[in-house]
């Protein structure tokens, strides 16, 4: 069955410190693997995505994922982490329904206290 | 531009009523998506449309359906409202159906 593992429901840093979370995931084929940042009472914004190519995936906010098929995972990591970066984080694959139709299945996340 | 609007933000609705959540996509995207986020818990994939037809169902009960009008904004109708349905229901929208989702802020929903 197609998932994501998130194992860390909880992590706290220093800011400035750097981070990383974990995601493993479960999926056939080859996955489209995505990271999205909530804050409190709003919706998802996407951080980064790898569809192919490359396996070291730069995306905004100075965040970057490596894609790692032999581990089936997808680490997200920041050198130095700010205050506002504060969040869940949630890691999720993209998985067809039909033909040019995809679901996205999302882990549990991982919610970031920074500490000043 | 206008990303994907959904409302209402917040509703309460009592037990056993039925609730009508609208999402609008962004101009030009096709495909939306409705999902749902219990508390502490990552989102559910509910239905997703693409050119006005539904393309996949998750596993949930028929009391929720949907729709994707000509504009290409969408429905999303529960019926007989139980507490367990209590959550953010996070609308999202994309170019094709297999492309790049956007969300919106979603409508919380409680149920009493």
């Known amino acids: 069955a197609q998932s994501v593992t998130q194992p860390d429901i909880h992590i706290t840093v220093s800011e400035g410190a750097s981070l990383e979370l974990r995601c493993n995931y479960s999926y056939g084929a080859t996955p489209y693997l995505f990271w999205y940042v909530q804050s409190p009472g709003q919706g998802l914004q996407l951080l980064l995505k790898y569809f192919s190519g490359d396996t070291l995936v730069q995306g905004i906010k100075g965040f970057e994922a490596e894609f790692k098929r032999s581990q089936s995972s997808f680490n997200l990591r920041k050198p130095s982490v700010h205050w506002s970066d504060a969040a869940e984080y949630f890691c999720?694959?993209?998985?067809?329904?039909?033909?040019?139709?995809?679901?996205?299945?999302f882990g549990t996340g991982t919610r970031l206290q920074v500490f000043p | 531009d206008a990303g994907v609007t959904q409302s209402p933000t917040h509703l309460i609705k009592t037990r056993g009523q039925h609730v009508t959540l609208r999402c609008s996509p962004i101009s030009g995207h096709k495909s939306v998506s409705w999902y749902q986020q219990v508390l502490g818990q990552g989102p559910q994939f509910i239905f997703q449309?693409?050119?006005?037809?539904?393309?996949g169902r998750g596993n949930f009960p028929d009391r929720f359906s949907a729709r994707q009008f000509p504009n290409y904004s969408s429905e999303l109708n529960v019926n007989a409202l139980l507490l367990g349905d209590s959550a953010l229901y996070l609308c999202?929208?994309?170019?094709?159906?297999?492309?790049?989702?956007?969300f919106g802020q979603g409508t919380r929903l409680t149920v009493v």
């Open positions: 999720a694959v993209g998985a067809t329904l039909s033909y040019n139709t995809d679901k996205l299945i």
């Open positions: 449309y693409y050119e006005k037809e539904e393309r």
């Open positions: 999202a929208s994309s170019l094709w159906g297999n492309t790049e989702a956007f």
